[in-house]
């Protein structure tokens, strides 16, 4: 099979490219949501975060912004003697900056270690977070998330923090979040701690809102991978022959976004040819809400302990603190 590529791609282009016709040419075309963010992915999400209807940014950032001098306590009394602070998938860090800052306030002995996916991201935090917050001690580490905490690792053999927030484990199907925890424990040591954030079940309509918000944001967001293919792979899809789906299950607590093939349509990757169906779906994304007791499961499950937690005032968002 050739392997087509736009002109200058990179190794990660190449992971770029596998995954995207691993994805569409499966039974049930699918596309990681992790590629949703590009420049301009990394731009609607800001977007979507500021969304009325999308509540789980400000829920979490009521709890780092209300919450920070007794969450960094909690570190300080787990790990006195100085630790790194790696976090997995910073974003902007908007909300860990509250913890970033009230550890230096502490006069904490820490090194943040931000790891994304998005090298505009990385730079950016590399450019501006020093300057917001003096005396930072940063180390950005572009790449996935596995990879770049094992990097961490032989950098720094200092007890770990490893922040996992934005509800981000709920990209995971129930048993990928357990091999996800598993997986992440095995690269921790004794002693060190996970800060991890989840989605709360609720009201339905509440998490279906957030998921299909009026503005259009999430279509956007959504649509904006069909561009990145066509732009970096050198694919041609019609974006405009594509809508955006969403559903939320109350029981299992599976919030899915879908893109729906409008017409009977051919996408050509280079020499790649995808076929749709009208109606056929793209499964874009999953955001999987859970209740208190499926948190202290996966836990303990994962070889976790569960050392406490903290909700947002409404309490539609926990931040759980575990311990290996």
Known sequence: MTHYLVPGATRHDTSFYHDVIRGLGAPQKKLDSKYFYDSIGDRLFQQLMSCKE???TQCELDILSQQQSAIATVIQEQLPEGFDLVELGAGDATKSTYLLQQLLYNDNDYTYFPIDISANVISTLERELPQRLP????????????????????????PKV???????IGNFT?????????????????????????????????????????????????????????????????????????????????????????????????EQ???????????MEISLKYSQEDIDQLAMESG?????????????????????
């Open 54 to 56: 999308y509540y789980p």
């Open 135 to 158: 005396g930072l001690r940063l180390q950005g580490l572009q790449g996935e998330y596995f990879d770049m905490l094992q990097e961490a690792n032989a950098r720094s053999r200092r």
């Open 162 to 168: 490893v922040l996992f927030m934005g509800a981000n």
């Open 174 to 270: 129930r048993a990928e979040a357990g091999h996800f925890c598993t997986a992440l424990r095995r690269l921790l040591k004794p002693g060190d701690l996970l800060m991890i954030g989840f989605d709360l079940k609720k009201h339905p309509a509440i998490i279906l809102n957030a998921y299909n918000d009026k503005e259009g944001i999430t279509r956007a967001f959504n649509l904006n991978l069909l561009t990145r293919i066509n732009r970096e792979l050198g694919a041609n899809f019609n974006v405009d022959a594509f809508a955006h789906y969403a559903s939320y299950d109350p029981i299992s607590g599976a919030c899915k976004s879908f893109l729906v093939s409008l017409e009977a349509q051919r996408v050509h990757i280079g």
């Open 273 to 283: 040819v995808f076929r749709f169906k009208q109606d056929e779906c793209i499964d």
């Open 304 to 324: 976790f302990t569960p050392v406490t937690r903290f909700y947002d005032p409404k309490k539609w968002f926990v931040d759980c603190i575990w311990k290996v």
